[in-house]
């Protein structure tokens, strides 16, 4: 393995940054240099975006032609890759069938202590896949031990087929050089946030309108009433990263970004600047609500502790009234399914986010999308094979690799069988919607290079077929709220990480950890004066450690964002 050059930098973030997911997500800097402002032409099938016989590109390795193995490291505190590829139905058929040997280097919850470890000694994994902004990345690419994917461009076409080049550019490090392949990049809305309401539960209350935060209030009040410590009224999830209690924030404001709390904008933009969190009226207004709901136990009282799979087994198990978070459609279909299985009546439906009572709803976004995706996957120069592997993420990124992550294995007994002349899959007789939906459920850890620019065209082709209650859970919700309801925040999600081991590094990282402490304080403080006087202690104490040097950074970025992105 090679040794890390520069180990003086190896100094690991204490906090994992925000995803959009805050989104999830999970699901979070490098300089654009050599970046584009011409933006190229988005292809509408994939068969139109073929190269043409006159640019014809060089021939690459084939994925799957002989075996391929490699370790991958997931770099989240909630994420490890599964050790037994027969764990997940898509690692199980890269096995079978593509003779791919993945061995997954697994944190167990470490993952700050193993990353540093690993990169002191340079004993890294071949792949990583972690949040595009992770300052862990930016200290391997100062390293020199991240594999540049220029060269494997024209041989493996995928990425440049489904990728506008503008998108591309901006993911581009200061040397002008492509390190990160994105997964969920975009040519439309993606956003997977908002509220999802347990059926049985609202149907025996009378259905009563769920429109306004007052409306969310009066139904937490009656659930309580009528089910006591057996059901939780309100259940946001990844609070500790302001992903559920952050839908309510955006239903404060018009127009509000909640991605305002995420780690790598964490300001919020008035005209063309970027303004202080702290000072934010709807910022206050919100928390001022989020506590009222926890003194009055309407919210789960350890928000802030609980991990994970507590907050999914009790949407599995039906014991949450309302689920809130920046990535819902996953454990909402699961739960829908679950809850059916015992009763067809019950299971899971979304509503629109909720808003202020007299804010236009169809102002108010309970999330954002953003055109380059979540999260990125990078290769180390510890790789033996670096141009297998990526041929191998250029494949997972393409029809066949999507089609068999969300409908499994191909073939006449399967859920599809070949493409058509568009690129997309031809659904068989055999099509079986609960079956696609556990593939899709199971294999949502393994997903690192997700192309929603194609993956979602190719849903769309069967549900569009089918009536509304036989259609995907997750597709149908995606499609009637969670993407009309998000906002486009390509802008505010890239290039405003600075340099993790500078002076603006220090002070993102020390507002960032002063925003996560007094979040936890506002939500469960005991009054209104309460939240603000925290707040006012914060927007000082932030001033203190030049947070307003870091907003006029951002801004700057933000500002040049805007161009490269012709808005």
């Not at 659930?223 to 500790?240: C, L, M, N, S, W």
């Not at 294995?409 to 899959?425: I, R």
Request: net charge negative.
């Amino acid at each position: 393995m090679k040794k890390l050059k520069k180990p003086a930098l190896l100094i690991l973030s204490s906090v994992l940054l925000l995803s959009v997911i805050l989104a999830g997500c999970s699901k979070k800097e490098n300089s654009n240099s050599g970046a584009s402002s011409s933006p190229s032409s988005s292809a509408s099938t994939p068969a139109e975006s073929s190269p043409s016989a006159s640019e014809e590109a060089p021939a690459g390795w084939v994925f799957g032609s002989e075996p391929l193995a490699f370790s991958a490291y997931a770099h989240y505190g909630w994420l490890d890759f599964p050790a037994d590829m027969e764990q997940v139905h898509f690692w199980k058929y890269l096995k079978e069938h593509k003779q791919t040997n993945i061995t997954a280097i697994q944190a167990k919850g470490n993952h700050a202590q193993l990353m540093t470890t690993m990169m002191a000694s340079g004993d890294l994994p071949d792949l990583i896949y972690t949040d595009r902004y992770h300052p862990d990345l930016n200290r391997l690419y100062e390293a020199g031990q991240l594999v540049a994917f220029d060269d494997y461009l024209d041989k493996y076409p995928n990425l440049k087929k489904y990728f506008d080049k503008k998108y591309l550019d901006i993911l581009r490090a200061p040397d002008g050089k492509l390190y990160k392949f994105p997964n969920w990049y975009t040519d439309h809305p993606t956003s997977t946030a908002g509220y999802v309401v347990n059926k049985k539960i609202y149907e025996e209350l009378g259905s009563p309108p769920l429109v306004t935060m007052d409306d969310l209030y009066n139904y937490l009040v009656a659930v309580k009433a009528k089910y006591g410590e057996d059901i939780i009224p309100f259940e946001p999830d990844r609070t500790q990263d302001a992903q559920g209690i952050g839908l309510i924030y955006a239903g404060f404001k018009e127009g509000g970004l909640y991605q305002s709390l995420g780690a790598s904008l964490l300001a919020v933009p008035e005209g063309d600047k970027l303004t202080s969190i702290f000072t934010d009226p709807a910022f206050r207004e919100s928390q001022k609500f989020v506590s009222k709901l926890y003194r009055e136990k309407l919210i789960s009282q350890d928000m802030f502790t609980q991990d994970r799979g507590k907050v999914q087994e009790k949407i599995l198990t039906g014991r949450v009234a309302i689920y809130a978070g920046s990535g819902v459609t996953t454990w909402g279909m699961q739960g829908d399914m679950e809850l059916k299985k015992k009763d067809p009546n019950a299971g899971y439906f979304m509503v629109w986010p909720l808003a202020k009572a007299g804010l236009d709803p169809k102002k108010i976004y309970a999330g954002g999308y953003d055109a380059l995706g979540w999260n990125v996957s990078v290769i180390t120069k510890s790789a033996k094979d670096p141009e297998k592997i990526f041929a191998f993420l250029d494949w997972i990124t393409g029809p066949e690799g999507m089609s068999v992550q969300f409908f499994g294995a191909p073939g006449p007994d399967g859920n599809w069988d070949g493409l058509d002349e568009n690129g997309y899959p031809n659904f068989t007789a055999n099509y079986d919607p609960v079956e696609v939906a556990d593939i899709q459920a199971k294999n949502d850890p393994v997903m690192i290079a997700g192309n929603s620019s194609y993956i979602d065209k190719a849903k769309a082709k069967y549900e569009d077929t089918q009536p509304l209650e036989n259609q995907n859970w997750a597709a149908r919700w995606q499609r009637d709220i969670t993407w009309p309801s998000s906002n486009d925040i390509t802008g505010f999600r890239n290039n405003l990480e600075p340099p993790a081991d500078g002076e603006l590094g220090d002070i993102r990282q020390n507002t960032l950890d002063l925003f996560l402490q007094i979040l936890s304080e506002t939500a469960t403080a005991k009054s209104d004066a309460d939240v603000d006087r925290i707040l006012d202690a914060a927007e000082e104490k932030a001033q203190k450690l030049n947070y307003q040097k870091l907003l006029d950074w951002r801004t700057e970025r933000w500002l040049e964002n805007k161009k490269i992105l012709g808005e």
